[in-house]
């Protein structure tokens, strides 16, 4: 139990102490972000700040756990995760590189024998991936990564999510006795919390794609650690509605850019966070309600941990659907088939 203290201690010293160091560092490199039409800062703001959480994450993690196997495989996979994120907030790159880069860190990841074996059936059992395994896993990791960057589009937004879905995923790995997705959780929840003194609007510093990866990768990778052991509870449910509003922000993302002819990589103004500006609430109170929705996901995924695979199922079906309607109300998209088919003849024309 000590040590669930001492990760915790550790994550959010280190990163709270070490964030002011970062900034300077930032500052002098130019690692700056100015305001534009596409963000909503009306100052500049320096980034980096994902320098000071990976500080106190791997901290925590080599002091409480030391180095195995396992533990060696998220540390390399996750610094290529975050060094990816540098490049980008220094000198930017392109799209498909970027992508191309984010699976090679995921294939590292599973070269470590990190990956998920076996999805739950709803209706009782579980179905071995097979052949399918790697290319599963890599997607999953891909794609929560990049939730998590799409969402970090207000201060403290990406760094709050993070926290309430880390905390989620510590309380079933207590039910579950997953002694070292304990740890990993404490530890992202912990650096999160220390990066929030100086993150929360009005923000110091961002922690920019070097953060917004890393943060999203890890959380992938705890979720796929989790999987290894027990499939009901992290395989595919909790980890989903713990990351419920990432996740279903960059779906609807995905849908809007594509009906409005967008490329799919290219930001736009359109997520959750954006419309609720739009709709008259100040920056604090939009990160707000993104929390209250996050937390509010996070302790379903928390009850139905344990429940039957047709229960656990039948509720995130539910949950989706409320998702949706909600999603739409709040104009994030709109399922404009008339556009989206005029747009398909534009193309074939």
């Given at each position: 139990m000590i040590n669930y203290i001492w990760a915790f201690l550790i994550a959010i010293i280190l990163t709270y102490a070490s964030t002011p160091i970062i900034e300077r560092i930032a500052r002098r490199v130019g690692a700056v972000d100015h305001p534009n039409a596409r963000r909503v800062n009306q100052h500049s703001v320096v980034n980096l700040g994902g320098l000071a959480i990976y500080v106190g994450v791997i901290a925590a993690i080599l002091f409480t756990v030391g180095i195995n196997f396992k533990i060696l495989g998220v540390i390399v996979s996750s610094t290529l995760m975050l060094i990816i994120?540098?490049?980008?907030?220094?000198?930017?790159?392109?799209?498909?590189?970027?992508?191309?880069?984010?699976?090679?860190?995921?294939?590292?990841?599973?070269?470590?024998g990190i990956k998920i074996e076996f999805v739950t059936n709803p209706f009782g059992g579980m179905f071995y991936l097979g052949a399918l395994s790697i290319p599963f896993t890599v997607f999953w990791l891909v794609a929560i990564t990049n939730t998590v960057n799409l969402i970090d589009g207000l201060d403290g937004l990406a760094a709050g999510v993070s926290t309430i879905a880390a905390l989620t995923l510590l309380v079933v790995a207590i039910q579950e006795t997953e002694l070292l997705v304990i740890v990993l959780t404490l530890s992202v929840a912990g650096s999160c919390l220390g990066?929030?003194?100086?993150?929360?609007?009005?923000?110091?510093?961002?922690?920019?794609d070097t953060g917004s990866l890393f943060l999203g990768f890890l959380l992938a990778s705890i979720s796929v650690i989790g999987a290894l052991k027990s499939a009901a509870a992290m395989t595919l449910v909790v980890p989903i509605l713990a990351l419920g509003v990432p996740?279903?922000?960059?779906?609807?993302?995905?849908?809007?850019?594509?009906?409005n002819g967008q490329p799919l990589f290219e930001a736009d103004k359109g997520h959750i966070h954006h419309r609720?500006?739009?709709?008259?609430?100040?920056h604090k109170e939009a990160v707000v309600v993104v929390y209250l929705i996050s937390?509010?996901?996070?302790?379903i995924a928390i009850g139905v941990?344990?429940?039957?695979?047709?229960?656990?199922?039948?509720?995130?079906?539910?949950?989706?659907?409320?998702?949706?309607?909600?999603?739409?109300?709040?104009?994030?998209?709109?399922?404009?088939?008339?556009?989206?088919?005029?747009?398909?003849?534009?193309?074939?024309?």
């Open positions: 994120g540098l490049v980008d907030d220094l000198k930017g790159i392109a799209p498909t590189s970027k992508l191309m880069w984010q699976i090679i860190a995921s294939l590292l990841l599973i070269s470590f990066f929030l003194q100086y993150n929360f609007n009005p923000a110091q510093i961002f922690m920019g996740i279903f922000d960059t779906l609807f993302a995905i849908i809007r850019r594509r009906q609720l500006l739009d709709l008259g609430l100040n937390l509010s996901l996070g302790l941990n344990g429940a039957s695979e047709f229960q656990a199922f039948g509720t995130l079906g539910i949950l989706v659907v409320i998702l949706f309607f909600g999603f739409l109300k709040l104009e994030v998209t709109e399922l404009d088939l008339d556009s989206t088919e005029e747009h398909y003849k534009n193309i074939n024309q």
